[in-house]
Every structure is written in structure tokens, then in C-alpha cells.
């Protein structure tokens, strides 16, 4: 366990506080007045915002010295159980309430049944509140005040549908599942005939860095770093250590605020960590990326892999080719055993836009066969049998490799054991280490095998790590030479 010193409250990235006005206090004392708590521990109370709380809110709403809002868009990240909803409708009903003549506000998410999460908060605490029930009207979709021709509107996730309006004030909840940045652009753009709009983005982490979350977060980042300078992007994240056990409490605190006032259960955290699987419980209740919705590999295994052994020129290898797609990327990986490991080394290439450069690939297949004693090239005949042909005439050990299931279910359950148990050895290469990691596992009626998830993100080295493992460890496994399969057992 970590014995990190713990500060409740205090986020793990945050842009810079300057020493401007802020109208952090008139959103407190709004809240303080006519809100209350509806959940949890507190329910029924007035809603009294936690130290945390108001720092975060005095950072939000702090204003330059000219007397303009310094932020015009931000983003927070914060575990479940935090309190995201409650802080998103405070500023949401806020701003309805003071945004003066005309405001416009609006709870918008990925679809309509989570922008009414927000929506639905600040509509019962209007209800239940008669100073703001007297001014309000609430409709199911909408809150009016008839005397400032302000709304406060749900919005569905169809951008087309947003052209022409001008908000305000902006709640966008659960940014990480966003399709696209369309909404976001929409009602950001759609703003800038405001004096001084805010549109917030409230979020647990997902997992795809390349989604217009994992942008925002990554930016944020850079902001806070102090390697971007935007004094109009605001960022609070909360988020525990990349590397931390599943168990380190010191990490649950540090990122959970709520955890060390007591406003969330213990128990219930303990209870999430033995029940749920791993990826989501660092992605809801840790606030951490992860590389895709379910990874195929336990946090840190295949980190766990790298070494310093080389590819030898003395013994055989065996390589796993998959072949691009249209834009996916091309992957050709060698596993070579040596006492009991298998060695792995991955030859990337990037297509976009361009063509698919078959010749390169072809001559990096024939550099092999030149360099090492090649037991085997494993490719799929759907997407690579013409150049099999031809290479395969020229000498190469060709051999088809069908990425069915009845092909790749086994092989990915090979892949998993023999890298969990470290019988791979890697160099560590980013580009490499990435598509394993960014790979998910898909259920079949028959098992699991390896897919890209909802992520876009490059998995094809995977695929041809698995290739190349599998057919390392079976040909082993008949005879032809002491198994690998024998001592990993073992």
C-alpha cells in the first residue's frame, strides 16, 4: 500500500488559481439558500458545500481583473458518489436564476435519459423549494421563469437539432461518452454572443484517450502542467496513482473527496472492489483511464514483461502478421523462444490517408527470412493471401491463419496465460505496448477473443502478437524442440 500523504479534497490536476473576484461565494450562498441535499447522508439538509466544494467553485467562477469571467469552458472529473449531479445542477440552476434577462441553460449528455440526471436534480430542488417554485415554472423537459424569459432546457444528443441557439450557462453531463465533439461544438460555438458564458463538462474517466473526453482531459492536463497556457479552459481532476493497487486506501481517498469527510461509505467501497471487475472499478470509482471499456490483460501485466533480451540471430522464430483494413495499421510481430520465455519484437506501420504500402511489408517479411531461421509466417488468407502466394514462391514458410473464432479464442487464451505468468519478454516499445493494451476482450458463445472494443484505437500488434504466440507455443508443444509450454506448466 501507498504512504502517500493523503489531502482530502485536493484534486490531482488543477489549472491556475489567480487572485482575481470570484463569484464562487454568490453560488454557495445561492445553494446555502434555496437548496438541499437529496441523496446520501445528508439528505433533507441545506445544501452547505464542502470545503472542496467551494474551492472548486471559487477556482470556476473566478473573474479577471477587467471584471470578465476568466472561464469560459471547463471540465471535472470526479469518482462516482462525489457529487457530480449536485454540483451540476447548483451551477445550472444558478445560472437560470441569476444569469439575468434571457439566459438560456442546458443539461445535454450523450442521450437524453442521462442529460436529464442533472436536469432531473435541479427540477426537484425548484419543486421543493417555495422561494424558487414561486418564480419557476416546471414543465417535464423544461424549467421557465416567465419574468426574465430565462429557460432551463434538456437537450437530446442530436447536434443537428442545436444550430441557432445561445447559451448561457451549459451542464454537459458524462462527457466520456459522447460520440463526437458535434453537441459540444454546437453549444460552444453557439455562445459566443454571450457577455460572459460557462459551459462545464462533468465526467468520470473513459477509456479513449482519442474521444473528445480523453482530448479535453489531456489538454486540461497540459493546462495544468502549465505546458498550454488558455486562462479561459478550466480543470479540476481528481484521479488515483496509474500504478496503485487495487487496494491501496490511501488511493481511494485521494480519489474520492467525499471519502475522507464521510459522505461516502467505506463499506461500499470495499464492496466494489472485490465485486466489480477491475477496469471498472479504476474507471468509476478510481477516476482513471483505461485503454479500453474491458482490457483483455490485468493492470500492469504486460508492463510487467519488459526486459532486456534480444531477438538472437542463432535460434528460430516464429511471426504473426495482420494486414490492414482500409485505416487500421499493419502489424508484423516475431516471438522467438529462449529458456523458457518468448521473446517478442513488433514492425508497426501507420497507413492513414496513404495507401497500403504491401511492397514494404512483403520486403520486411523477406529481410526476416534472410536474417533469421523462420520456422513460420502466420497470416490470414482473407487479407494477405496474393502476397502468401507469392512469398511462399520465393521460399518463405507460409502458413494460414484464420482469425475465426475457432482460431483466435484459443490463441488469445494462450496470449493471456503466457503474459501474466511473464513468459514474454518485450522491449517496451510505446507504440507497441499501446495496441496490446488498447485491445478489449469480446464474449462469444465459445469464449473470448481480442477486439477493439468501442475504442478506436490500433490493436492490429496484438492480434499478430497473438498469432505469432500461438503458433510459437503449439509448434513447440509437438515435439519439434524443448516446449516452452513444458516449463511454463511447471
Known amino acids: 500500500m501507498s504512504s502517500a500523504v493523503v489531502v482530502a479534497g485536493s484534486p490531482t490536476w488543477a489549472t491556475k488559481r489567480f487572485t482575481g473576484n470570484p463569484d464562487g ?17 445528508r439528505a433533507g439538509e441545506p445544501l452547505v458545500f464542502t470545503d472542496w466544494q467551494q474551492d472548486l467553485l471559487h477556482s470556476l467562477y473566478e473573474r479577471r481583473v477587467d471584471g ?6 471547463g471540465l471535472l472529473g470526479l469518482p462516482r458518489k462525489d457529487g457530480k449531479s449536485l454540483i451540476g445542477s447548483a451551477i445550472a440552476l444558478h445560472g437560470l436564476v441569476e444569469g439575468g434577462l434571457g439566459a438560456e441553460v442546458y443539461a445535454a449528455a450523450g442521450d437524453r435519459q442521462q442529460a436529464r440526471i442533472v436536469f432531473g436534480e435541479a427540477r426537484l430542488q425548484v ?51 459522447q460520440p463526437n465533439a458535434d453537441l459540444y461544438d454546437a453549444l460552444t460555438l453557439g455562445s459566443g454572443a454571450r457577455v460572459d458564458p460557462l459551459t462545464v463538462a462533468i465526467t468520470t474517466a473513459g477509456y479513449d484517450l482519442e474521444s473528445l473526453c480523453g482530448k479535453m482531459y489531456q489538454y486540461g492536463k497540459s493546462v495544468a502542467a502549465g505546458d498550454v497556457v488558455d486562462d479561459a479552459f478550466w480543470f479540476h481532476w481528481w484521479e488515483a496513482a496509474a500504478d496503485c493497487a487495487l487496494n491501496d486506501r490511501d488511493e481511494w481517498y485521494r480519489a474520492n473527496p467525499n471519502l475522507a469527510l464521510g459522505l461516502i461509505d467505506i463499506e461500499d467501497m470495499e464492496t466494489a472492489a472485490k465485486q466489480t471487475s477491475e477496469s471498472a472499478f479504476r474507471r468509476y470509482r478510481l477516476n482513471q483511464w483505461t485503454r479500453s471499456l474491458e482490457s ?8 510487467a514483461c ?52 504491401v511492397a514494404a511489408v512483403e520486403a520486411h517479411l523477406r529481410w526476416l527470412h534472410r536474417t533469421y531461421e523462420v520456422r513460420e509466417f502466420a497470416y490470414d488468407p482473407a487479407y494477405f493471401q496474393r502476397s502468401a502466394e507469392i512469398l511462399a514462391d520465393d521460399g518463405l514458410p507460409m502458413v494460414e491463419f484464420p482469425q475465426n473464432a475457432g482460431r483466435m479464442i484459443p490463441a488469445c487464451g494462450n496470449a493471456f496465460e503466457l ?15 499501446d495496441q496490446v493494451l488498447s ?21 492490429d500488434a496484438a492480434i499478430a502478437l497473438v498469432m505469432a504466440l500461438d503458433r510459437a507455443t503449439l509448434v513447440l508443444k509437438s515435439g519439434d524442440t524443448p516446449s516452452i509450454i513444458d516449463v511454463w506448466k511447471d
Not at 461565494?25 to 447522508?41: C, E, N, P, S, Y
Not at 437537450?155 to 451549459?170: F, I, N, R
Open 68 to 73: 470578465r469571467r476568466r472561464h469560459r469552458r
Open 439 to 459: 485491445a478489449a476482450q469480446r464474449m462469444t458463445d465459445n469464449g473470448w477473443r481480442l477486439s477493439k472494443g468501442r475504442s478506436k484505437r490500433k490493436i
Open 306 to 357: 519488459r526486459s532486456a533480451r534480444e531477438v538472437s540471430f542463432d535460434l528460430p522464430i516464429y511471426v504473426g502478421i495482420d494486414m490492414a483494413l482500409k485505416h487500421d495499421s499493419i502489424a508484423v510481430v516475431v516471438a522467438q523462444p529462449q529458456d523458457g520465455v518468448l521473446v517478442v519484437r513488433a514492425k508497426i506501420w501507420h497507413p492513414q490517408d496513404a495507401p497500403l504500402d
Open 419 to 433: 503474459i501474466v505468468n511473464q513468459r514474454v519478454a518485450h522491449d517496451g516499445s510505446p507504440m507497441f505496448v
Open 25 to 41: 461565494a454568490d453560488v454557495i450562498d445561492f445553494a446555502r439558500t434555496f437548496m438541499h441535499v437529496t441523496k446520501g447522508l
Open 296 to 303: 483483455w490483460l490485468p493492470v500492469g501485466a504486460f508492463e
Open 127 to 177: 419543486m421543493r423549494s417555495s422561494a424558487l417554485s414561486a418564480i419557476c415554472k416546471v414543465y417535464r423537459d423544461v424549467i421557465e421563469i416567465p419574468a426574465t424569459g430565462s429557460i432551463f432546457r434538456v437537450l437530446s444528443s442530436d447536434a443537428k437539432l442545436q444550430q441557432g441557439l445561445s447559451p448561457s450557462t451549459v451542464v454537459l453531463d458524462e462527457l466520456h461518452v
